[in-house]
Every structure is written in structure tokens, then in C-alpha cells.
């Protein structure tokens, strides 16, 4: 079911998984996302925990500690297959606009 729903990810969804290729909590994540992208794409708190609660129940993500409401999450193997599928389909299109477009 994992690969269906996640057949291709969201600009919010990929840089989430890049954020968590390093274990971290959600104001990391946030944090994360908003410096990789270099402040272009934000993510926050509602589509953060929608996401989390998504890739944790696929298989995605992995939960590896819990202090009060205080949750840190990992990629899983699963979710690193996942990000290298998606970042593989993006290039191929970036390469596709480049034969056309400059």
C-alpha cells in the first residue's frame, strides 16, 4: 500500500524524508525542511503530523524516541528506497526540460 499512496511525493513530503535521514523531532524537521529547501518550502505543524503519522503507518519512518509529546523519527530502509525513487524521477525530468527548454 505504501508504494501506491507514495507513487510519487510531494515537494513537502521529499524534504521531510531528507530531514529525517538524520534522527530528529517535529520543530527539527520544521527546522530541517525550511533550511534545505533555503526557506522556499515550510511545513507546519498540521501537514507535519498528518505526514509523520502517514509515513509511520506505510513503513516510511520509523519512531525512535518518545519523551512526553515529544516524538523523534528516522527514515527506514523503505523510506530511503522511496526518496532515491523520487530524487531519480526528478532528475529524469529536469534532464527532459533541459533537451527542450534551455
Known sequence: ???EQFQTLTEPMY???LALTEECCGVDIM????????GRVLVGPG????????FEEN?????TASEG???SYVITEMGREMLQKEYDRLLVMVRDGEQIVF
Do not use: C, D, N, Q
Open 69 to 71: 509529546r515529544r516524538k
Open 15 to 17: 524534504y521531510i524524508l
Open 47 to 54: 501537514t507535519l503530523y498528518a505526514m509523520l503519522a502517514k
Open 31 to 38: 527546522e530541517k525542511v525550511k533550511t534545505i529547501s533555503h
Open 1 to 3: 500500500m505504501a508504494r
Open 59 to 63: 513503513g516510511v519512518i520509523r519512531l
